[in-house]
């Protein structure tokens, strides 16, 4: 029997420990002395992360605790000098107490290591005594714990990437790190073809309600993919790895969508089982839409003036249903597997799209029409991990599968009813089936050489095949030919890594990644039968230098050198033209785009106040950029043709800061503050086309929330993001903001809670502004935010703790948004963050809430 290591975001152990430290880290410095030391499994000398340790006078009060890292090391400044007892505690282990440790006026005690026995612990409905952080800093990562947030109750993955730090999300759902949407979405530290098509659409189809934390991942290894000029983010879920059995339902309705969710899991003996199920409906959502754009024809130098108005409104449809199965074969051996369906159907209209232009010489010509855009999708994501553990600690051999495949279908509908050419008249569409299919082997393989020394090497291999089929209709059919691209591309790649302590307390992890690439592109019909696509092989090197300093604060130092590959959306030739003024065509020729990310950070533990804040500069060459040139076609005058080139240079330059304040388990508040200096600029001669852009970006966010009697809670959060900087142009500013109330009963079996969003400003109009020599181009959308609901929430079940260790699989290679991940470590530098110290608990025990192994 194994026991997992607990999900830094759960800080359970702490809460069973229960204890206050009064006074924590204010002892004077001439009397003051430190204890440190490494808790680890007593079987397998394994570390163990996020245990809780307190330090216990004579008569049992409480003088110091906290937690340990996720390397199970453990710093506790601030104890008078003294003869104490060491207690640790950490779920699924019998407690330890070490009685007799002495500290000494201003000295520091070092413990070694401190060994704990597993033992399979009987659990009961807990009272949690202290509120686990909303946000947690570690090395090479910053983690949102979702579940702790209600305010995102019966939203999706978009409402809760919001809410994270260094992440900026617009109104559309595209999210942005550090100001670059170059990201790797990872769900369960494991990749899917979810995503494939656009991490909005994908984001789209998880619920916020089974979402147990975000982690923003912004200092990759060479063990990782070198995708990811941004970073990482990887969206944990809640699951139920206990022994028992459980059933949990929870739902939502409002004025503009509603859920209904069920999950259950069942775990005894070796073998666990878990299946769920989740739906989300969204509707009641109008809006408008206005374009004008002034175009200039490069061969006449003759302007053409277009507006165009219409009412919006869309109908969303969302399912995600999971199952997963894990067995430990024996104390060395483990098998898991999982298999997941998402779905998602979206229907966007455009009522009375009115366009009018006016041509060269003061011709107008004017059109009615109603435009409808339907994007289907469906995601099978299937999963078989073997680990293999050593008699050594740290040694470790894995073996990891991963099939994921995404069935799209993108079509539009234009219905022409009035022009003042009767020749246009007329429906026109087009339909997009394509398939994103990725067949993925990895192994992995990690042992000591020395003394903390760890070197990681592995090996995967990527098989990615995609194909989009495409045929036009009406009016279409007349200049657009039906076709089929295919595109398949394995990458195949090598990595090692290591570890290597030195003096003063610093680690440094260097690291080798290399790449080849072979592509293979053509088309199904045509006249040009193939598509020549260079193979390419890159080497990526790594490296992070950490300090871990006395009183537990970690100084980070890293770089990384990443590549972006362009996905279907950056390829598709597929002509998408339901506004025929803006066509959007893509590029199978593209190349990588290719960053240098650095890196400075420092997190420290100020009294009850975690503070974190971090400097970086990203310097990107072949970027992807979007070139809009004026169309020239008599059919469609005034129209735009966008496609996709690798011209773009970027430099970014910026910080962020962020703080949380926890008061006990009553009050917490938490803010963060990200800005970067932008400087963006395609590097094109021709001074017609040439584009440069530089700018500040600003955007901040803020949590509170706090615990009322009789069950009672409430949680506000708000946030900001300043006018964003394009390469040709500016998107203006917006904000966000939401409030919960809820109230658990039945001894925090169930809740019932209340929320409302936007709920002073009714509506929010996003301008986009574009200048160039040949287009002027301005678009604002307006949406209706403003919204209510009522969430609930039940479970059922009774657990115990025998938590299974488990490795996961991870792609993160392709570029999914313009204007663009990062790396999870294992055997990584130690975790920055400490929990804050806890109040007692109840002598009697209680049972506890699901937690989910990270």
């Not at 369960?188 to 909005?200: C, E, F, H, Y």
């Not at 206990?242 to 509603?258: A, V, Y």
């Not at 790449?515 to 490296?543: C, K």
Request: charged share 15%; with cysteine.
């Amino acid at each position: 029997m194994r026991p997992q290591l607990i999900s830094p975001s759960v800080l359970l152990a702490s809460a069973l420990i229960g204890y206050t430290v009064p006074g924590y880290g204010q002892a004077p410095a001439r009397v003051a002395g430190r204890l440190t030391g490494t808790v680890t499994d007593g079987a397998t000398a394994r570390p163990i992360g996020y245990a809780s340790v307190a330090v216990l006078a004579e008569d049992g009060s409480p003088v110091a605790g906290g937690g340990c890292g996720g390397d199970g090391q453990f710093v506790l400044p601030g104890i008078p000098a003294g003869t104490y007892t060491l207690l640790v505690r950490f779920l699924g282990y019998q407690d330890e107490r070490r009685p007799g440790v002495v500290v000494p006026a201003g000295g520091t005690v070092a413990l070694g290591n401190v060994p704990l026995t597993a033992a399979t612990q009987k659990l009961g409905e807990v009272v949690i005594t202290a509120a686990k952080p909303l946000i947690e800093e570690q090395a090479d990562r910053t983690i949102y714990h979702a579940d702790q947030d209600k305010t995102t109750a019966g939203g999706d993955a978009v409402d809760v990437l919001r809410r994270a730090p260094l992440l900026s999300v617009d109104l559309d759902g595209n999210v942005s790190l550090r100001g670059n949407q170059n990201i790797k979405v990872l769900i369960n530290n494991k990749p899917s073809t979810l995503t494939a098509n656009g991490v909005a659409d994908g984001l789209r189809q998880l619920p916020a309600d089974q979402i147990l934390r975000v982690e923003v991942i912004t200092s990759p290894s060479a063990k990782y993919d070198a995708e990811g000029s941004g970073g990482i983010i990887n969206i944990v879920t809640k699951q139920n790895t206990l022994r028992g059995g459980q059933l949990s339902l929870d739902g939502s309705g409002g004025t503009r969508s509603g859920t209904l969710n069920l999950n259950g899991g069942y775990r005894t003996g070796r073998m666990g089982f878990a299946l769920g199920g989740f739906g989300r409906a969204g509707y009641n959502t109008p809006g408008s839409f206005t374009n004008d754009q002034l175009t200039t024809s490069p061969a006449t130098g003759l302007p053409t003036r277009t507006t165009q108005t219409a009412d919006t409104r869309q109908n969303q449809l969302f399912g995600r249903y999971t199952f997963g199965w894990d067995y430990d074969i024996d104390k060395h051996n483990a098998l898991a597997a999982s298999l997941t369906y998402g779905t998602r159907n979206a229907t966007t209209y455009q009522d009375a799209l009115a366009t009018s232009t006016i041509r060269p010489g003061g011709a107008v010509a004017s059109s009615l029409r109603n435009v409808k855009t339907t994007d289907d999708s469906g995601t099978v994501d299937a999963s078989l991990t073997y680990t293999h553990l050593y008699d050594a600690p740290q040694r470790e051999l894995s073996v990891l599968a991963l099939l994921s495949r995404n069935s799209r279908t993108y079509a539009f509908g234009n219905d022409t009813y009035a022009a003042t050419d009767a020749a246009s008249r007329g429906p026109a569409g087009n339909d997009n089936p394509s398939t994103n299919q990725e067949l993925t082997a990895q192994l992995d393989y990690q042992t000591p050489t020395a003394k903390n020394h760890l070197l990681e090497v592995g090996v995967k291999d990527i098989r990615r095949t995609v194909r989009s089929d495409y045929t036009y209709y009406g009016q279409l059919a007349n200049v657009q030919a039906d076709n089929s691209f295919t595109y398949q591309q394995n990458v195949v790649a090598g990595y090692l890594a290591y570890t290597l302590p030195l003096p003063q307390g610093f680690v440094l992890k260097p690291g080798v990644r290399y790449e080849y690439t072979a592509i293979e592109a053509g088309y199904g019909r045509g006249v040009v039968p193939a598509i020549a696509v260079p193979s390419y092989g890159v080497l990526v090197p790594s490296v992070s230098l950490l300090r871990k300093l006395a009183n537990g604060n970690v100084l980070k130092l890293a770089y990384n050198r990443r590549l972006q590959r362009p996905a279907l959306q950056f390829l598709n030739p597929n002509l998408q033209a339901a506004n025929p003024l803006i066509q959007t065509q893509g590029n199978p020729l593209l190349s990588p785009e290719y960053t240098n990310n650095y890196e400075l950070g420092y997190s420290t533990l100020l009294r009850q106040a975690n503070l974190s804040f971090s400097a970086f500069a990203r310097n990107t060459t072949g970027s992807i950029q979007s070139v809009r040139t004026p169309l020239g076609d008599a059919r469609y005058p005034g129209a735009v043709r966008i496609d996709f080139q690798n011209i773009g240079h970027e430099n970014a330059y910026g910080g962020s800061a962020f703080g949380s304040l926890n008061l006990g388990s009553t009050f917490s508040v938490s803010g963060g503050l990200d800005t970067y200096y932008a400087v963006l600029s395609n590097r094109v001669a021709d001074p017609l086309y040439a584009a440069r852009n530089a700018g500040l970006v600003l955007s901040g966010r803020l949590y509170g929330s706090y615990a009322l009697p009789k069950g009672w809670g409430v949680q506000l959060f708000g946030f900001y993001r300043g006018q964003q900087v394009q390469l040709q142009g500016s998107q203006s500013s917006f904000a966000v903001y939401s409030m919960s109330l809820k109230h658990e009963f039945a001894d925090k079996k169930g809740s019932l809670g209340f929320g409302a969003e936007n709920f002073f400003s009714p509506r929010n109009t996003v301008c986009n502004d574009i200048a160039s020599p040949l287009l002027a181009q301005t678009t604002r959308t307006t949406q209706h935010l403003t919204s209510f609901k009522v969430y609930f929430s039940y479970r059922i079940g009774k657990l115990t703790a025998d938590l299974p260790t488990r490795k996961t699989v991870r792609n993160d290679d392709l570029k999914l948004d313009e204007n663009g991940g990062g790396s999870q470590g294992s055997g990584g530098p130690p975790a920055a963050s400490r929990p804050v110290p806890v109040v007692p608990a109840p002598v009697a025990p209680a049972p506890v809430a699901p937690v989910s192994p990270k």
